[in-house]
Nanobody, 112 residues
């Protein structure tokens, strides 16, 4: 079974930056896109960004375009999410996802 472990969350002021990491290990699953989702308190889980494992194609939610950058290092089985110009509405738990595998999440809080 594929295991995903996120890290890099924390408390940051508006306008600040964070870089999230997701390390994959174990058996591979079938799928093309690995990505990030987030869930704010009292809200549903929403897609943030994803990257194709085959050709590196990236996709972003409109709310993060121009501020977040997704990337991957296949040699390290690691995916990253560089988050810039963070806003309070970016607050939430960020989850890594590939096929039917999910990480445990890492908390991002944007507050003054």
């Amino acid at each position: 079974q594929l295991q995903l472990v996120e890290s890099g969350g924390g408390l940051v002021q508006p306008g600040g930056s964070l870089r999230l990491s997701c390390v994959a290990s174990g058996s591979t699953s079938e799928g093309n896109f690995i990505g990030w989702f987030r869930q704010a308190p009292g809200k549903g889980r929403e897609g943030v960004s994803c990257i194709s494992v085959s050709d590196g194609t990236t996709r972003y939610a409109d709310s993060v375009k121009g501020r977040f950058t997704i990337s991957s290092d296949n040699a390290k089985n690691t995916m990253y999410l560089q988050m810039m110009d963070l806003k309070p509405e970016d607050t939430g738990t960020y989850f890594c996802n590939f096929a039917d595998s999910w990480g445990q999440g890492t908390q991002v809080t944007v507050s003054a």
